[in-house]
């Protein structure tokens, strides 16, 4: 009894790290770092030099409010797909420019903000309306 104790929180932490885009072409994976405190949203992929084509951040902010970001001291292009508590994608920014400080907003309240590669969300056909599937997303009550 002991042991699975101990088991479920480690499995609850690594189901954390996946993340599936599902767009009308497909149902992409992402491995996927999650940033929740004020400190580590902010540092955000600062300084990162290279993303795999599967990799992100995803940014979640406990709750639904509208959101800015900004590309200050980052160095690689970047989408940034605004997604509902509810796991519906709202908008898309494609191809953020790196350095550039002008303020990316969600334009509508938002619970997550995925960053992946730049021009990642168009090869994939992501649009508005598609989902976005993790852990942290409310599952429906039926």
Known sequence: MAVSMVALPLAACSDEGKLVLHSSTGDYSFNVEVVDTPESRAKGLMFVT????????????????????????????????????????????????????????????????????????????????DTMEHALVAKPVN
Not at 68 to 95: E, Q, R, Y
Request: charged letters at 25%.
């Open 50 to 129: 290279e993303l795999a084509d599967d990799a992100g951040m995803l940014f979640d902010f406990k709750e639904e409010r509208e959101v800015s970001f900004w590309m200050k001291n980052t160095f690689i292009p970047l989408d940034m797909i605004f997604v509902g508590a509810d796991g519906v994608v709202k908008t898309i920014h494609v191809n953020a420019r790196p350095h550039d400080v002008t303020s990316i907003p969600s334009e509508v309240p938002v619970q997550f903000v995925l960053e992946i590669p730049g021009g990642r969300s168009v090869e994939i056909g992501l649009k508005p309306g």
